[in-house]
């Protein structure tokens, strides 16, 4: 019962994620501009915008990364979407959730993550923006640096919320130019049937007259 529930919750999670139309699309520099400016504020290597996709992890823009989907298996932010707001590992060999990941155990692998919600305005979570880091942090983030990463999400969930509204509003235009396009082929069509049946008509009416 509980795990068909779960599945249930995921499968209507994944739903929404893809009403965004957003998986798999060409990088775009509003999100680009965005993971730049949070690398450079807290200080971080690696710095993405990342989705929870089925099977997967995508990410819409990253640094430090050098690719655009890993294993859900090795995620790290599919954690954070348990969490309400942000999830914060200082160091990852200290946590058992991550002792094993291979991202973390490997050379030179991950020791430092943080990661805020992208949550709708319903409260589904999409997936994280998320710094991480080589090196552990045994102080985490300060209050100002966790501010500075809750504010900037909001601002990437709102860029992901426009896109779907211009995506919208063009499917919009289109059915109504579609729309306007039939009606102008309908009126024609009328205009040139009424016209023969009302030939003679006008004719005779003329001969009357």
Not at 13 to 35: H, M
């Amino acid at each position: 019962m509980t795990s068909n529930s779960a599945n249930v919750d995921e499968d209507a999670r994944l739903a929404v994620l893809d009403s965004f139309g957003i998986l798999d699309t060409p990088p775009e520099r509003s999100f680009d501009d965005v993971v730049r400016l949070v690398g450079q504020l807290l200080d971080a290597p690696i710095a993405a915008v990342n989705l929870i996709a089925r099977d997967r992890q995508w990410f819409k823009s990253e640094i430090g990364l050098g690719t655009r989907e890993m294993p859900l298996d090795h995620s790290i932010c599919r954690h954070a979407l348990l969490q309400q707001e942000q999830l914060i590992v200082p160091d990852t060999q200290d946590d058992p959730r991550f002792s094993c990941n291979p991202l973390v155990t490997a050379d030179g692998g991950l020791r430092f993550y943080a990661g805020a919600v992208l949550r709708t305005r319903d409260g589904v979570p999409l997936g994280t923006l998320c710094v991480l880091d080589k090196k552990p942090r045994p102080e985490g983030l300060t209050e100002q640096q966790q501010f500075m990463l809750t504010t900037m999400a909001h601002q990437v969930m709102s860029q992901i919320e426009l896109r779907r509204a211009l995506a919208e509003q063009a499917s919009l235009n289109e059915a109504l130019r579609c729309a306007d396009q039939r009606k102008d082929e309908f009126l024609a069509m009328l205009a040139h049937e009424l016209r023969n049946p009302l030939a003679p008509i006008v004719s005779a009416a003329t001969m009357l007259s």
